[in-house]
């Protein structure tokens, strides 16, 4: 059985449908991308067996005290293979076109759904010379508004706060860009939000409110349409790129500052997917993509109350500050 879905600007073709991702039709043109669930790629000759070089090692542990994820280039870099501390393997081809995932008990397609909608493609959108900001972004009438950070910023709680102000949700944790015409299109990922329960509970009254993704992962599965909230599915022009600053028990936060190109292009390349593993040619594009986003999408810097109470307020801030930027007007001029 194949089917397909439309993730990131890209048609996948599966052997299993990803949950939480809408089937859509075949196309005439093939997929961008071919996925092979519970196939080993080793076992079944697609990439030979051979020796492999640790090019990534997370500093994140998990359980066990083992690296959360560590990464091998094999068969002479013509392959990467990603290794989880549960068990979860993933293999791609350096041309991004192809992924293969194994994984065992106790761990669910749920589980692994999560690897590879989230890090998994991140890498592989590199691969492919897509630029892939760690961030979530909402849709301000035609055009995007990102939300940057690292893990544990606020994005996808950000975000989810706005959706229920009725605005979209874009994207969570990757927002991937393609450039076009002088402006920077934000693509469409998929039409839920991974929250912790502390921010479900904020949110929703109770952490309960919302399911989680699997017995065996503790966040939570924000439906988008299950809740009433609204999912962009097309890719919108990047209007303004907002970076999470840490939170703070100031008594003027939340806060919005500016900041200079300098500062702006540094969050920006330490906050992109997988700049541990882009050689210097992608890079290269990398550093030449950024500069020109920079000089089209204006960046700030927000600075959240620690206290859940006052995420109205930042909302609010948020809007004050996309209506100042004139980003529906920007937005209708790019479409």
Same mark, same amino acid.
């Given at each position: 059985?194949?089917? #397909?879905? %439309?993730?990131?600007?890209?048609?996948?073709?599966?052997?299993?449908?990803?949950?939480?991702?809408?089937?859509?039709?075949?196309?005439?043109?093939?997929?961008?991308?071919?996925?092979?669930? $519970?196939? &080993?790629?080793?076992?079944?000759?697609?990439?030979?067996?051979?020796?492999?070089?640790?090019?990534?090692?997370?500093?994140?542990?998990?359980?066990?005290?083992?690296?959360?994820?560590?990464?091998?280039?094999?068969?002479?870099?013509?392959?990467?293979?990603?290794?989880? #501390?549960?068990?979860?393997?993933?293999?791609?081809?350096?041309?991004?076109?192809?992924?293969?995932?194994?994984?065992?008990?106790?761990?669910?397609?749920?589980?692994?759904?999560?690897?590879?909608?989230?890090?998994?493609?991140?890498?592989?959108?590199?691969?492919? @010379?897509?630029?892939?900001? /760690?961030? %979530?972004?909402?849709?301000? &009438?035609?055009?995007?508004?990102?939300?940057?950070?690292?893990?544990?910023? @606020?994005?996808?709680?950000?975000?989810?706060?706005?959706? @229920?102000? $009725?605005?979209?949700?874009?994207?969570?944790?990757?927002?991937?860009?393609?450039?076009?015409?002088?402006?920077?299109?934000?693509?469409?990922?998929?039409?839920?939000?991974?929250?912790?329960?502390? %921010?479900?509970?904020?949110? #929703? =009254?109770?952490?309960?409110?919302?399911?989680?993704?699997?017995?065996?992962?503790?966040?939570?599965?924000?439906?988008?349409? *299950?809740? @009433?909230?609204?999912?962009?599915?097309?890719?919108?022009?990047?209007?303004?790129?907002?970076?999470?600053?840490?939170?703070?028990?100031? *008594?003027?936060?939340?806060?919005?500052?500016?900041?200079?190109?300098?500062?702006?292009?540094?969050?920006?390349?330490?906050?992109?997917?997988?700049?541990?593993?882009?050689?210097?040619?992608?890079?290269?594009?990398?550093? =030449?993509?950024?500069?020109?986003?920079?000089?089209?999408?204006?960046?700030?810097?927000?600075?959240? /109350?620690?206290?859940?109470?006052?995420?109205?307020?930042?909302?609010?801030?948020?809007?004050?500050?996309?209506?100042?930027? =004139?980003?529906?007007?920007?937005?209708?001029?790019?479409?």
């Amino acid at each position: 059985m194949n089917v #397909f879905h %439309s993730v990131f600007g890209l048609t996948l073709r599966s052997n299993h449908a990803l949950p939480g991702l809408s089937v859509i039709s075949s196309s005439d043109a093939g997929a961008d991308v071919e996925l092979f669930l $519970s196939i &080993d790629p080793c076992a079944d000759g697609n990439i030979p067996t051979g020796s492999e070089d640790l090019v990534y090692v997370s500093s994140y542990t998990g359980s066990d005290g083992q690296p959360a994820l560590r990464i091998w280039k094999t068969e002479g870099g013509h392959f990467l293979r990603m290794e989880y #501390f549960d068990g979860a393997q993933f293999w791609m081809d350096s041309r991004g076109t192809q992924v293969w995932a194994t994984w065992n008990e106790p761990l669910l397609l749920e589980d692994v759904a999560t690897y590879l909608l989230g890090p998994v493609l991140g890498l592989l959108l590199r691969l492919r @010379g897509v630029i892939c900001l /760690h961030a %979530s972004a909402v849709a301000w &009438d035609d055009c995007a508004i990102a939300f940057v950070g690292s893990e544990g910023a @606020g994005k996808s709680t950000t975000a989810a706060a706005l959706a @229920g102000r $009725s605005r979209p949700v874009i994207s969570d944790d990757i927002v991937a860009l393609s450039e076009e015409r002088n402006r920077f299109l934000a693509h469409p990922a998929y039409p839920y939000l991974s929250l912790w329960s502390e %921010s479900a509970k904020t949110l #929703f =009254g109770s952490e309960t409110a919302l399911p989680v993704f699997s017995p065996n992962y503790d966040k939570r599965q924000l439906l988008l349409a *299950e809740k @009433g909230l609204a999912f962009a599915a097309r890719a919108l022009p990047l209007g303004a790129i907002v970076l999470l600053g840490d939170r703070t028990d100031e *008594e003027r936060a939340p806060w919005i500052e500016s900041v200079t190109p300098r500062q702006s292009m540094l969050c920006l390349v330490a906050d992109s997917y997988a700049t541990n593993l882009l050689d210097p040619e992608m890079r290269a594009r990398e550093f =030449g993509l950024l500069g020109r986003l920079l000089a089209v999408v204006p960046v700030c810097r927000l600075h959240p /109350h620690q206290q859940p109470s006052r995420i109205g307020r930042m909302c609010d801030l948020i809007e004050d500050h996309c209506r100042l930027l =004139g980003l529906g007007a920007l937005g209708m001029k790019g479409t």
